[in-house]
Antibody, heavy 123, light 111 residues
């Protein structure tokens, strides 16, 4: 059974850096074709894809946020870390990590998802 | 403004059939990229409902089905049940953006 759980601060100030950790079980990020992604959802709004990291350390970022995001993995700890610099109130959202299943031609799909963690950006 | 366009809301009575559209363009669905669908019950994380256009993960009732044609995809739900009340999102890939993209979401209300 695959499970993921996000952890990190619930409140950050504008201009600060956000660091979120996704701790997972039930799979290994050293296994071929495995990936972990991050997706966020502002309150009452739609899902937005942020980044994904693959077993071979390949990384992909949302073009609109690429300059602010860094995704890394620690295979030994079964963790993926997302860092977002220069936080702004518009970045207030629930941040999800999800297991990426390989298949199809659109980079695969996300299943399952973590429970999410709400991050509020406020002075 | 989402790259994939969904109706903000749909509704139906118990037992009825509803469809949710996901309209893209020639740089995403129209280029043949797969579409996936997620269901999000309020207050919970999204759950995979349909993958690669029309495939259901184990445990998803066959009341849910997906299809794709041209620059659009659709999710159909038959035999509506109260527990189907949720937000539904489509997801694909956009070659112009080189990014995974989500639709704006559709709120399904079971009357």
């Amino acid at each position: 059974q695959i499970t993921l759980k996000e952890s990190g601060p619930t409140l950050v100030k504008p201009t600060q850096t956000l660091t979120l950790t996704c701790t997972f079980s039930g799979f290994s990020l050293s296994t071929s074709r495995v990936g972990v992604g991050w997706i966020r959802q502002p309150p009452g709004k739609a899902l937005e894809w942020l980044a994904v990291i693959y077993w071979d350390d390949d990384k992909r970022y949302s073009p609109s946020l690429k300059s602010r995001l860094t995704i890394t993995k620690d295979t030994s700890k079964n963790q993926v870390v997302l860092t977002m610099i220069n936080m702004d109130p518009v970045d207030t959202a629930t941040y999800y990590c999800a297991h990426r299943t390989s298949g199809g031609n659109a980079g695969g799909w996300f299943d399952p998802w973590g429970q999410g963690t709400l991050v509020t950006v406020s002075p | 403004q989402s790259v994939l366009t969904q109706p903000p809301s749909v509704s139906g009575a118990p037992g009825q059939r509803v469809t949710i559209s996901c309209t893209g363009s020639n740089s995403n669905i129209g280029s043949g990229y797969d579409v996936h669908w997620y269901q999000q019950v309020p207050g919970t994380a999204p759950k995979l409902l349909i993958y690669v256009n029309s495939n259901r993960p184990s445990g998803v009732p066959d009341r849910f089905s997906g299809s794709k044609s041209g620059t659009s995809a659709s999710l159909a739900i038959t035999g509506l049940q109260a527990e189907d009340e949720a937000d539904y999102y489509c997801q694909s890939y956009d070659s112009s953006l080189s990014a995974r993209v989500f639709g704006g979401g559709t709120k399904l209300t079971v009357l």
